[in-house]
């Protein structure tokens, strides 16, 4: 069994809570990100701030901890590369259940099932967890961002009316169709 880090930022504490079902406590505190909070194109930046408003509660077997967390968002246009800037906000819920409690039943370590290590609960997987459901799978500066143009790259959303020559005008293209045409017959075969 790993003990926690008493002073990591998203390790917190319940012992002020004592184990008395329905003993609560209201925290409000901003901690910084870890590292890697996020999906590779949406994340929330390493150290920024995340602010969390939790409800700790003892219940039977452990504390409940429901609340919410906020944190900003930077990434790119999964369309046109803009780059990104966005606010995440996420519902948490977790019970985690008192070590000893689970140490007596002989229960096995059960990988599913959150704990107290200690009387601290580590929120970071629960974090994670809920930032990463949270973001869109493919995350736009825009909901209808028209991307970038196949055929210089410019993005479309900073020019609407963006065109090269040959979709200007049908007649044009027509035109250069036969131009086409008529140079077929100079080419030489390869
Ligand atoms: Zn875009
Ligand atoms: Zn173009």
Redesign the pocket.
């Known amino acids: 069994m790993t003990s926690l880090d008493p002073r990591a930022p998203l390790v917190l504490d319940t012992r002020e809570l004592g184990r008395r079902p329905g003993s609560q406590r209201q925290v409000t505190l901003t901690v910084p990100a870890p590292a890697d909070l996020g999906i590779e194109v949406l994340t929330v930046p390493e150290g920024s701030p995340v602010e969390l408003d939790l409800r700790l509660e003892a219940v039977m077997e452990g504390v409940l901890v429901t609340g919410t967390a906020k944190a900003g968002l930077e990434g ?7 780059p ?1 800037r966005d606010d995440v906000e996420v519902e948490l819920q977790e019970l985690f259940v008192y070590d000893d409690i689970r140490d007596s039943e002989g229960a096995e370590e059960d990988d599913e099932v959150s704990m107290l290590r200690d009387d601290l609960v580590d929120l970071e997987p629960l974090l994670r967890d809920a930032v990463v459901l949270a973001l869109p799978f493919q995350p ?3 909901p209808d ?4 143009c196949p055929e210089c790259g410019a ?1 479309l ?1 900073d020019d609407p009316d963006h065109a090269h020559e040959a979709a200007i005008d049908p007649r044009w293209a027509a035109l250069s169709k036969l131009a086409d045409d008529t140079q077929q017959p100079e080419q030489t075969e390869p």
């Open positions: 790119e246009c999964a369309r046109c590369l803009e990104i736009l500066c825009m961002c028209p991307g970038l993005r959303a």
